[in-house]
């Protein structure tokens, strides 16, 4: 996907606190962007996402970030990152506007930098974590979300 057909712009939700949100319409499945390829790593970040129970991808470029150091949490969320095709995809129609939002949980089995909620869902769960720190409940409704090696570590 080149990086001009990203339906995504970053922009400021408080000062010095950004996001990203749709530039257009995104349909329910629609591939909004995808990560570019890059070697797994074994050491977690706070930018890293977790491919599986040893690895991670870490994108994050101080001196030029990419767009996917701006997608924020979200314990309702509109995106998942599918760790197969290293896309980000859209799990319901996003309307533009609307900042896109990932659960950080569905891929993270345990975050390197916890961190309070504020997204204000009915769902939120206060702290973030990590999947391993969820409760069954919490874990359940992820089932759709959660990458294919936590799904079989924890029986979803």
């Known amino acids: 996907m080149d990086r001009s057909s990203i339906p995504l712009r970053q922009f400021e939700k408080s000062p010095g606190v950004f996001g990203l949100m749709a530039t257009r319409r995104i349909a329910r499945g629609e591939v909004a962007a995808s990560l570019r390829a890059v070697a797994p790593v074994k ?7 977790q491919i599986d129970q040893f690895h991670h991808l ?5 001196e030029k970030p990419g767009f996917d150091d701006f997608i924020n949490h979200g314990c309702s969320p509109n995106l ?3 760790v197969g095709t ?3 995809r859209a799990i319901r129609d996003i309307q533009p506007g609307e900042e896109v939002l990932l659960n950080y949980c569905a891929t993270e089995e345990e975050l390197s930098e916890p961190f309070t909620c504020h997204c204000g869902s009915p769902d939120c769960y206060g702290v ?13 409704p992820l089932k759709g979300l959660v990458s294919p090696w936590l799904k079989t570590k924890y029986g979803l």
């Open 128 to 140: 973030v974590s990590g999947f391993r720190f969820l409760r069954r409940t919490q874990q359940e």
């Open 43 to 49: 050491v977690r970040s706070r930018y890293s996402i």
């Open 80 to 82: 998942l990152f599918d």
């Open 58 to 62: 870490d994108t994050r470029d101080p």
């Open 86 to 88: 290293l896309e980000f």
